[in-house]
């Protein structure tokens, strides 16, 4: 185990090392800063336990994930103040490089202020982001790290950022992404041509992010601030599936997954989601 981390739930998966593994999962559990529904420090165990309700054999790419090297490095243990957790994760994941530096991280959440942690630790030189919310916020709720602000303190790290079904911002929020070259597509406009011209030149290599609220209520009510009119499950596979074949992502995660009771609706389209970033990596890989 690294050094922060503890096991909460294992996927009906055969793992293997650490230092053997191509994918890695690493639960980022925490919710500090949640400002409507609370939950998401569980997303970790709901998603890994979702999974037990689905086959290892993606239908999709004729893949069984159970023959993938596939290492659980647990979930990390965060502290209460939101710098400090993002500190912790940093940590963490530098880390979890030492051991193994080739492996692709997937990282589980947990609200999306986290991703932070990894972004800056990767490098990237681009972050795509699936979510109903901009998170441009300079502030909000007297914390500069909340998950409101976690893309523009993204870009703020010199990192080109494009967000994709978006549905919700404020007016200073458009101001600063105009302003910063900060790129979005709204829910209402999405497609997976929109999706593929915008990122088609972004610099590589990626971060692929997902905040699972970018899919309509419907499919995930247990989330921080679900909102209305959002995206198809397949939207968000068929672009993940056009960027893992023709860029060079360098990691993936799965935030704001919440709730208090096992195999909800928002857990179930998480870990499908899951079962398929794995089933696209061992093809296109």
């Known amino acids: 185990m690294l050094?922060?981390?503890?096991?909460?739930?294992?996927?009906?998966?055969?793992?293997?090392?650490?230092?053997e593994?191509?994918?890695v999962i690493l639960g980022l559990p925490y919710d500090g800063t949640t400002s409507y529904k609370p939950g998401?420090?569980?997303?970790p165990v709901l998603i890994r336990q979702a999974t037990l309700n689905f086959e290892s054999y993606i239908l999709d790419y004729n893949i069984d994930i159970a023959e993938l090297k596939i290492a659980d490095a647990g979930d990390v243990?965060?502290?209460?103040?939101v710098e400090d957790s993002i500190r912790v994760a940093e940590e963490t994941i530098r880390e979890l490089r030492e051991v193994n530096p080739n492996a692709i991280p997937i990282f589980l959440g947990g609200e999306h202020s986290m991703t932070y942690a990894p972004v800056k630790v990767l490098k990237p030189k681009s972050y795509v982001v699936f979510d109903a919310h901009l998170d441009l916020r300079d502030e909000y709720q007297g914390s500069r790290f909340n998950h409101a602000c976690v893309a523009r303190r993204i870009s703020e790290l010199g990192v080109?950022?494009?967000?994709?079904?978006?549905?919700?911002?404020?007016?200073?929020?458009?101001?600063?992404?105009?302003?910063?070259?900060?790129?979005?597509?709204?829910?209402?406009d999405?497609?997976?041509?929109?999706?593929?011209?915008?990122?088609?030149?972004m610099p590589e290599p990626i971060y692929v992010s997902v905040d699972i609220d970018v899919f309509d209520a419907s499919l995930v009510p247990e989330t921080g601030t679900?909102?209305?009119?959002?995206?198809?499950?397949?939207?968000?596979?068929?672009?993940?599936?056009?960027?893992?074949?023709?860029?060079?992502v360098i990691a993936f995660d799965i935030m704001e997954v919440s709730g208090d009771k096992l195999g909800n609706i928002t857990a179930l389209t998480a870990g499908k989601l899951l079962f398929h970033i794995l089933g696209m990596l061992g093809e296109f890989r």
């Open 3 to 19: 050094l922060h981390t503890y096991r909460s739930f294992d996927m009906e998966l055969p793992t293997v090392d650490l230092r």
């Open 160 to 188: 080109k950022v494009a967000i994709f079904g978006v549905r919700s911002g404020t007016k200073e929020e458009l101001i600063y992404a105009e302003e910063n070259g900060i790129e979005w597509v709204h829910a209402r």
């Open 226 to 248: 679900p909102e209305p009119g959002g995206l198809r499950f397949w939207d968000v596979v068929e672009a993940l599936e056009w960027v893992s074949e023709r860029k060079d």
């Open 40 to 43: 998401a420090r569980f997303g």
């Open 77 to 81: 243990s965060l502290p209460v103040n």
């Open 190 to 201: 999405y497609s997976y041509e929109a999706f593929v011209d915008l990122v088609l030149s």
């Open 21 to 23: 593994a191509d994918y």
